[in-house]
């Protein structure tokens, strides 16, 4: 009877080991993707602003979201998943969400960047809480159209149209959500 407990409780735990580990890989291949899907992302908006590429560097981190969908009627809201990199190094992960009100109608989705100019703002946003008001303003690389990207407040916000069309004029603003490598 005793052996026959030992061996049940054997599969038992050899059969949560087997579950635990592959839902640990499905979750590592989505974060695969999300961090290949982000570099490249990266190398887009460099290409299409070559200036960038100091903005990154002198960066104290930066989360990039390679593909945020947003639409609207009326009311409107945006969701995306992102890639926070320190270094050059992935340091976590981070969820975006909008939602808004105003004259907007249509879909589209684009690639958005936040660059950190500081250790101190990069915290800010690694507290898991950080938010950006309608009144943050986002330098648009679009095609044809020359505008510098430059810090401000700590942060530079770079948006890039992915496809879609849309015409809003909103109020509202971008909530974030993080989550260390680890976690």
């Known amino acids: 009877m005793k052996r026959k407990i030992k061996l049940n ?3 038992i735990l050899a059969t949560f080991f ?3 580990a592959f839902n640990l890989n499905a979750q590592t291949d989505k974060q695969k993707e999300l961090i290949n899907d982000a570099k490249e992302s990266k190398a887009a908006f460099i290409t299409k602003k070559p200036e960038m590429a ?5 960066a104290a981190g930066y989360v990039i979201f390679p593909n945020v969908g947003e ?3 009326i009311l409107g809201g945006a969701a995306g998943n992102g890639v926070l990199f320190e270094g050059g190094q992935v340091e976590g992960f981070s969820e975006l969400r909008q939602l808004d009100i105003g004259l907007q109608i249509g879909g589209q989705a684009y690639r958005q960047v936040i660059l950190f100019e500081t250790e101190s ?5 690694k507290e898991g809480k950080y938010k950006l008001s309608g009144k943050a303003s986002a330098v648009i690389i679009e095609e044809g159209k020359a505008k510098s990207v430059s810090f401000d407040d700590g942060r530079a916000i770079v948006t890039m149209p992915k496809a879609g069309a849309m015409i809003d004029i909103a109020v509202g603003g971008q909530k974030f959500e993080y ?3 680890n976690d």
């Open 9 to 11: 409780l054997s599969l």
């Open 18 to 20: 087997m579950v635990s």
């Open 54 to 58: 100091a903005l990154f560097e002198k």
């Open 71 to 73: 639409g609207a009627y």
């Open 121 to 125: 703002e990069l915290n800010k946003f």
């Open 179 to 181: 989550r260390d490598l």
